[in-house]
């Protein structure tokens, strides 16, 4: 059964187009057969509130997600790997 998911991004302040199409594309091959990505919002650079990994500033990504509960785990193993990736938050939306 596939579920909702909200993913937020905190990207580095050097991170291009390019790189966030990136980013995208590996979160899309990531949970497929099953799962896709049904919206991608960017909220552009902000000011961080304080410092992550010595950077001040970050660009926020804003995903929804369709996949399948056991991909969260690959997932956020890649987020950790990634070094353009700051923070990640995924929520799981409710179905009602």
Known sequence: M???YELVLILKSSATEEKQKEIAKLIEK???????????NNWGKKVLSYPIKKE?????LLLTLEML???????????????????????RKDSS
């Open 2 to 4: 596939k579920n909702k």
């Open 30 to 40: 990531s949970i497929q057969p099953e799962g896709k990505i049904t919206g991608n």
């Open 56 to 60: 001040k500033e970050g660009i926020y």
């Open 69 to 91: 509960a056991g991909s969260t785990r690959t997932l956020i193993e890649k987020f950790k790997l990634s070094e353009i990736i700051l923070r990640h938050l995924l929520i």
